[in-house]
């Protein structure tokens, strides 16, 4: 067994709960707003989520969107569950033409609306230039499946 340790494992909802208080002690303003450059803002910090607007924002033809696909695991106990493992499966293309890789990982991750039992998710796959209108819904089943070989489950 080989173990790396050189992940670091953050909150992303704590962090931005915290991110939020402190910047309302301070009195930091916040402006939701759409952009196509970054010359039309002038903040010494910009909260940057462009998404699948990245490419041009950055201006950078080389950017393409990756879809993923993950499942919350349940009944995990959040006291032991403080680890990753994850295995690379393969490569190839999905039936809409697209680049994959496809992976098996596991690690922590909790979103405040989900119960505390809800602590981890299981992926995944990364799909190169995908969106909303080509969903690969095969790739769930495809993940549970690798999920029980890779842990031995049938």
Excluded: W
């Excluded at 953050?10 to 707003?33: S, W």
């Amino acid at each position: 067994m080989v173990a790396y340790d050189y992940a670091i494992f953050m909150n992303p909802d704590l962090t931005m709960d915290e991110l939020n208080k402190f910047a309302k002690k301070n009195g930091v303003k916040f402006v939701n707003k759409q952009i196509k450059s970054f010359d039309e803002v002038n903040f010494k910090y910009i909260f940057n989520a462009t998404g699948m607007g990245a490419k041009e924002l950055n201006g950078d033809d080389k950017m393409v969107s990756v879809q993923g696909h993950l499942l919350v695991l349940q009944g995990q106990n959040p006291d032991t569950f403080n680890y990753m493992i994850s295995f690379a499966y393969d490569k190839g293309y999905t039936g809409h033409g697209n680049n994959i890789k496809r992976s098996i990982y596991t690690c922590p991750k909790h979103e405040l609306e989900n119960s505390s039992d809800k602590i981890g998710v299981i992926g995944g796959t990364f799909i190169e230039d995908a969106d909303a209108s080509t969903s690969h819904n095969e790739e769930f089943e495809l993940l549970l499946n690798r999920a029980r070989e890779f842990y031995g489950i049938r």
